[in-house]
């Protein structure tokens, strides 16, 4: 199965920009930072659906996938939520320091979609 590996990365990676750059609403964006607000909570669910969609495309196995799912909704919540606080309270007026956290924020989830994988990898060589 490790053939799907570079595929599922790559689904990941399309996801990730639809759902972080083409689909997320304007109320999404203004609301992710408030904790427990359902703009925050519908952007990250909208990003596991994603997810969901690449793991039965390369049949990941179910259990396995139900806890990925799992993680990757409290990570992306907890990370999108943590760039906003930051950025809200340090510096949303400094160009170079909130580049620097957007870039940062991808970073981190693009090294989530690392960790899936590798989770997945595990499970299927065994």
Not at 71 to 77: C, G, L, P, S, T
Request: contains cysteine; charged residues 10%; proline residues 5%.
């Amino acid at each position: 199965m490790t053939i799907w590996a570079p595929i599922l990365l790559a689904m990941l990676e399309v996801k990730h920009f639809l759902f972080d750059f083409v689909f997320q609403t304007p109320y999404q964006l203004k609301n992710k930072g408030i904790y427990g607000h359902p703009g925050g909570i519908l952007h990250s669910g909208l990003h596991v659906c994603g997810t969901l969609a690449a793991l039965l495309v390369v049949a990941a196995p179910v259990l396995p996938s139900a806890a990925i799912l799992v993680a990757e909704f409290v990570v992306h919540y907890h990370l999108d939520w943590a760039k906003e606080q930051i950025t809200r309270r340090v510096g949303s007026s400094k160009p170079a320091f909130f580049w620097g956290m957007i870039g940062l924020d991808q970073l981190m989830h693009h090294l989530t979609y690392v960790a899936i994988l590798t989770v997945l990898l595990f499970v299927w060589s065994k």
